[in-house]
Nanobody
Framework: QLRLVESGGDLVQPGGSLRLSCVAS????????IGWFRQAPGKEREGVAC????????YYTDSVKGRFTGSRDNAKNTVYLQMNSLKLEDTAVYYC???????????????????WGQGTQVTVSS
């Protein structure tokens, strides 16, 4: 079975940090551009961070630049999203997604990945 599984979501205070992980099973991530997306209640899903196949290129939406860092370890078939200086407005369900033959900007802006994870809840609250 081909799937992505996220973990690491939690309740955290404003200013805190979290690291999300996304592990692929049933396929290898080597050829896939990986994206982190989020969807808050009542809002559209948005691309937050996208990482190229070898991790050399990244794309971040403006609201997370300087605070979030996407990375990947292809040997572990795992992608990460380090989130620092978290704000109330970062509260959302976070999803990872994978797509081949695309760019980081295309994946984050247009989406339409081949695979989606099930999501992990991040809640920022005092």
């Amino acid at each position: 079975q081909l799937r992505l599984v996220e973990s690491g979501g939690d309740l955290v205070q404003p200013g805190g940090s979290l690291r999300l992980s996304c592990v692929a099973s049933g396929f290898t991530l080597d050829d896939y551009v990986i994206g982190w997306f989020r969807q808050a209640p009542g809002k559209e899903r948005e691309g937050v961070a996208c990482i190229s196949v070898r991790g050399l290129n990244t794309y971040y939406t403006d609201s997370v630049k300087g605070r979030f860092t996407g990375s990947r370890d292809n040997a572990k078939n795992t992608v990460y999203l380090q989130m620092n200086s978290l704000k109330l407005e970062d509260t959302a369900v976070y999803y990872c997604a994978a797509k081949r033959f695309t760019t980081v900007q295309s994946l984050c802006v247009i989406a339409q990945p081949e695979y989606w994870g099930q999501g992990t809840q991040v809640t920022v609250s005092s």
